[in-house]
């Protein structure tokens, strides 16, 4: 890749996140004329380490940026739709989210192979203050319900 077309995906990249070259600049810790010439292709030898602070500056993947990788996305990026709608909500409703979450596990065709007893054992130990011996027998009859307490 050419340094103009890393120049370009910066400048892609920037105009994206309505940034300017003071806001990338003072992130990286450079001059905006060091910006504006990594924009423009002026830059003989790129330097990688610039290139990824300034590719942390703007929320991107930096392999995106020197042309590695498609993804302009960070992987981190990807988040969940349950904690993208999760993070909508206020603290009641954080909570409530919680409950019903909880609730799923109890339910055997939405657990993972092995999980169950597992996550029953330690939901007792949430709900209670006494330790319950990992040989415990723990049947459906013995989860307790908050509310219901």
Do not use: C
Request: charged fraction near 30%; proline fraction near 4%.
């Amino acid at each position: 890749m050419t340094n103009a077309e890393i120049g370009n995906r910066i400048k892609y990249a920037r105009d994206l996140k309505d940034a300017t070259l003071e806001d990338v600049a003072r992130k990286v810790g450079v001059a905006k004329s060091t910006i504006q010439r990594y924009e423009a292709g002026k830059i003989s030898a790129i330097k990688i380490p610039v290139v990824d602070a300034i590719a942390m500056a703007l929320n991107v993947n930096p392999a995106w940026i020197v042309g590695k990788s498609d993804d302009m996305e960070l992987p981190s990026q990807k988040i969940p739709k349950i904690l993208q709608y999760y993070e909508t909500l206020n603290d009641i409703g954080k909570h409530e989210a919680t409950k019903r979450v909880e609730e799923l596990t109890y339910i055997p065709q939405y657990v993972k192979e092995n999980t169950e007893d597992y996550l029953k054992v330690n939901a007792a130990h949430a709900r209670t203050d006494i330790d319950i011996p990992e040989d415990a027998d723990i049947s459906e009859d013995d989860i307790m319900d908050d509310e219901n307490f």
